[in-house]
């Protein structure tokens, strides 16, 4: 079974001070990571990917990946409580496509207090 | 900015009925997907839709469940005889380009 595992938190941080999501994945063979938002009720909001080792960054969101350690980070500067939500990591099905399923991990609860 | 609907956004059903959840792709997108997320859990892969037929399915993808591209916007997901475990939320998506965006989901309620 391919899983894709995600502290359930929640995590706690203060407004302003940086947010560390972490995730862990089973499937060597996945090529791509993407990390979706998800407010309570919501649909998820894609945020970021991420296909390459090292790291890559978008705005307040820096996304880090080790394919050696099997290991995807997301990184939020400068946290606001509009930020407040579940962080969600998937990881595309190895098959070497850019149109596999996504595996999902169960989510990180984040909550950015004032 | 194009985005992914999904109608209704909120179905309840009796058990045995047949539903049918209904979503527009973004429109050059070419490869189609139906998720779940049963209250509180993971979002789980139900199955991708490519060149009108399916690419690929999960385990939960049983032979309830049929995906269908009436015309050249619609997409859809059909539950034959709903069962009460199938109350969930279940969100279709579409990719273009390497990045899958969600439609905002329909919620079902099997009653």
């Known amino acids: 079974q391919k899983e894709v595992e995600q502290n359930s938190g929640p995590l706690s941080v203060p407004e302003g001070a940086i947010a560390s999501l972490n995730c862990t994945y089973s499937?060597?063979?996945?090529?791509?990571f993407f990390w979706y938002r998800q407010y309570s009720g919501k649909s998820p909001e894609l945020i970021m990917f991420?296909?390459?080792?090292g790291d890559k960054e978008d705005g307040r969101f820096t996304a880090q990946l080790n394919k050696a350690s099997q290991y995807v980070s997301l990184l939020i500067r400068d946290s606001q409580p509009s930020d407040s939500a579940t962080y969600l990591c998937a990881a595309r099905g190895a098959g070497g496509t850019s149109y596999g399923k996504l595996t999902f991990g169960q989510g990180t609860i984040l909550t950015v207090h004032p | 900015e194009p985005e992914v609907t999904q109608t209704p956004s909120h179905q309840v059903t009796q058990m045995g009925q047949e539903v049918i959840l209904r979503c527009v792709p973004i429109s050059n997108h070419l490869y189609f997907y139906w998720y779940r997320q049963i209250l509180g859990q993971k979002v789980e892969f139900l199955v991708s839709f490519y060149n009108n037929e399916i690419s690929e399915k999960s385990e939960i993808f049983d032979d309830q469940f049929s995906v269908e591209r009436p015309d050249g916007s619609n997409f859809t997901l059909k539950i034959r005889s709903t069962k009460l475990e199938d109350s969930a939320m279940y969100f279709c998506?579409?990719?273009?380009?390497?990045?899958?965006?969600f439609g905002q989901g329909t919620r079902l309620t099997v009653v």
């Open positions: 499937d060597r063979g996945s090529q791509s």
């Open positions: 998506a579409s990719n273009g380009q390497g990045e899958a965006f």
């Open positions: 991420i296909y390459s080792n």
